[in-house]
């Protein structure tokens, strides 16, 4: 019997050493909420780029090996209305974090207005309290220039 019971509490000793560092991976500093500032978009006038940058907040969720992020826009810099909150999907890398976010872009060119899916890649990571990262956008049929611009952050009270 006692036998039985070393081998038992050894075979439990095993399992808890091996969950350990599961635990630890999926641990990220990025869960929690955050204040934000990003460029939204450009309104482009006469070859004349003017960027519009929201403010909001981004919850951040773990959901299995993935990260959900929730963003709730408050205010753009244009003074048109926020978006609803809307949710961008992640992976943790060795970097931080990659959300990717699949959206409908409108546009209007010489006139013409369009609806364009536009893919926004988010890759964030946390520095203590402090949010820092950049957005990439794509425009689906477009070939637009889109250098990285910037997201900052920080830690939300409470």
């Not at 970097?95 to 207005?113: D, T």
Request: proline share 6%.
């Amino acid at each position: 019997m006692s036998r039985f019971l070393v081998t038992l509490v050894g075979a439990a000793a095993a399992a808890a050493l091996a969950v350990a560092p599961l635990g630890a991976q999926s641990a990220t500093p990025l869960v929690g909420k955050w204040t934000v500032e990003w460029e939204a978009g450009r309104r482009v006038e006469n070859g004349v780029p003017s960027p519009i940058h929201s403010t909001g907040v981004l919850t951040v969720v773990t959901s299995g090996d993935s990260l959900l992020g929730t963003m709730d826009v408050t205010k753009r810099s244009d003074g048109s209305a926020p978006p609803k909150p809307f949710t961008i999907s992640g992976r943790m890398t060795a970097a931080g974090a990659v959300f990717r976010q699949i959206s409908q872009a409108r546009l209007n060119m010489n006139g013409e207005e369009m609806t364009r899916e536009a893919i926004t890649t988010w890759t964030v990571r946390a520095n203590g309290d402090q949010l820092e990262g950049s957005l990439t956008r794509e425009i689906t049929g477009l070939q637009i220039n889109a250098d990285p611009t910037p997201i900052t952050g920080k830690r939300a009270p409470g």
